[in-house]
């Protein structure tokens, strides 16, 4: 991923040999070339999209400068808000990239410690999938750990327990389930050993006041003093994914246009099973 812009923009070249000086290895051949084995690693995946996310930002100031310009707020997903605090002059790319290349091993380990998985489950209301979560909960933790759009919801928790939510989900009348490809229980209290991991060097790394203003999927809320934005991205590592009411309170707030700078295109479609009268580019 991120070949294209890697040979469409000098300045993006620049970026990814940044990177490669930050986490000791070529990044970009990660990028590039995969194999698919290691780039879905989550020790891989954290840097790799951190930065592809940042080259379509570097992108997207080339073809549209006025974009980025006039932009009012920014957020992401889960380790998009890593991308968002970069953007927002938060922290520098190379902290930013430092951080989440820690969090991707501090979360790697804490699942390794503690098998775990998440599943996507789309089609059932959010009260059904609580209560299923309960009820599969009995062989083992699970919650929901991303709330993304109306019927579009991801649980997390011990490999018991997110088979036992398949069962039940498919009986329920879901209308798709897929486990996701990641290492473990994210978002959850499974991680508590990445936070613990990762307090002390967030709160050692330099952050400013955001320039642009930004939004925390945690609480759906903005933040502006560096010491709360430290302790809200420590907590995001074992909290709940709050992306529907995220862009629900943007678009209360009277935002009328998004950009998705990342390696694919989910946020958009999230956004239309939201509001579809959401304007995307």
Known sequence: MGRDLYDAYPQIRDLYQRANDVVGYDLAKVCFEGPASVLDATVQSQPAIFLTSLASLEALKATEPEAVENCVATTGLSLGE??????????????????????????????????????????LDVDVVQSLCEQASQLGFLKIANYLCPKNYVASGELSACEKLVDLA?????????????????????????????????????????????????DAEFHSDPVEIKKILIRQISSPVLWEDSMRRLLADGVDKFYEVDPGRVLRGLLKRIDRKAVFN
């Open 82 to 123: 890593y991308t968002a605090l970069v953007f927002a002059g938060v922290m520098t790319f190379e902290d930013g990239l430092k951080l989440v290349q820690l969090r991707g091993q501090a979360m790697q380990e804490a699942s390794d410690a503690r098998p775990s998985g998440m599943v996507s489950v789309i089609g």
């Open 170 to 218: 498919k009986d329920a009348g879901a209308i798709r389930l897929a486990p996701l490809a990641v290492a473990g229980a994210f978002h959850t209290p499974i991680m508590d050993p990445a936070v613990e991991k990762m307090r002390p060097i967030i709160e050692n790394t330099q952050f400013s006041a955001p320039k642009i203003p930004y939004i925390s999927g945690v």
